[in-house]
């Protein structure tokens, strides 16, 4: 097996995908998950108001996301934002997976909406204020949903250290870590 075979078997079976939606309204409705929602998820394949619908839309990576919203800003019709997905059971399974470089695939299931850094990292929901575990892991090891070691992850902002800075590590499951 080639290193790119290896590189997009990898890709197929992660669980972070990203998507695109109303900026303002994402960002209000995340910033209340935790106080008056206990999630935020996009919605997939079914029938919705007795209608059918596709599922919503989402790209294996956060650079095809980025580069289609931009290309279509004007068609869209609203400020777009893009979108981290935890997509329960992985590529293949949770999308149409008629996926090609630069469109989307459409969700077969519903998947929840996290929050991301402009490099697509995910980002603790910020209503989230509970202080989390103080749970040890190496900083190799690689995280189950997006494929990326930890220390590639974003530093957890609701636990400062005594100087001020940041010591764990958020990771795409909603843990914090001490790397």
Known sequence: MTFLQVYYDS??????????????????ALAE??????????????????????????????????RDVEENREKIGYEPGVYGLILPNGWEVDTTNDYKPGEH??????????????????????ADQ????????????????CGEVYYRHADDPRVLSYDGHPFMTFLCDGRSVKL
């Open 11 to 28: 890709i197929r079976m992660k669980r972070l995908a990203y998507t695109m939606g109303h900026k303002a309204s994402y960002d209000t």
């Open 105 to 126: 695939c459409n969700l077969l299931v519903n998947a929840r909406i996290v929050p991301i850094t402009r490099k697509g990292r995910v980002l603790p929901y910020p």
């Open 130 to 145: 509970t202080e989390p575990e103080c749970v040890r892991a190496g900083g190799d090891v690689i995280c189950e949903v």
């Open 33 to 66: 998950v935790g106080v008056k929602i206990p999630l935020l998820e996009k919605i997939g394949r079914g029938v919705v108001d007795g209608k059918p619908y596709e599922g919503g839309c989402c790209w294996q990576t956060y650079l095809d996301a980025v």
